[in-house]
């Protein structure tokens, strides 16, 4: 029970930045599982290669894995930028593949790095699978919340939400 509690807390902290990415990119967009749905599968892949390989790289992960995630993160900022409002008022699709992707190591990332702690407990192949579970809902129920949202110039204020969390990650 202790570990389903821990699991289950964990789980939702690393998944915030997931809230937070599914809102930004979905402002002005319509909503898809392909986003939510890549972001989870990234998730369980790796953390599922975390649990596998946990002892092995236990010293080297820490700051690197953050600041990876970062530079993807603000890499999809500068693309936001760099949309003219031509772009976003004629882009009402859905997100794409490959920024679904990317969001999905970025986000990921942080959800390999807590099981590899995790793993390292010997909580096994559980938290895997609430990471990646929680990570699905929590980008579904920000790309639902953007849909409320009607903001002139989200290119911008996608940006900016990116940028922070890029920002966030490096701290």
């Known amino acids: 029970m202790k570990n389903l509690l821990t699991i289950a807390v964990t789980a939702v902290i690393v ?5 937070v990415a599914g809102f ?18 990234i998730t369980l ?13 236990q010293g080297y992960l820490g700051k ?21 409002d031509d772009d976003e008022k004629a882009n009402l699709s859905t997100v794409t593949m490959s920024e679904s992707l990317t969001i ?10 807590a099981n590899l702690s995790l793993a390292l407990l010997g909580v096994g192949l559980l938290a895997p699978i609430v990471f990646a579970i929680t990570h699905f809902f929590t980008v579904l129920l920000g790309q639902l919340l953007a849909r409320k949202v009607k ?9 900016v939400i990116l940028m922070a969390l890029a920002i966030s990650k490096m701290i």
Do not use: W
Request: charged letters at 10%; proline letters at 1%.
């Open 24 to 41: 930004s990119l979905s402002l002005n967009k319509k909503a898809n599982l392909m986003l939510p749905s890549a972001v989870a599968l």
């Open 151 to 159: 903001l002139e110039h989200t290119n911008i204020f996608s940006a």
């Open 64 to 84: 690197v894995v953050d600041y990876f995630g970062a530079g993807l993160l603000a890499l999809l900022a500068l693309i936001s930028l760099t949309k003219g």
């Open 15 to 19: 998944s915030l930045d997931s809230f």
């Open 104 to 113: 999905g190591v970025a986000v990921g990332m942080d959800a390999a790095v």
């Open 45 to 57: 892949v790796l953390c599922l290669a975390t649990t596998l390989i946990g002892q092995l790289l």
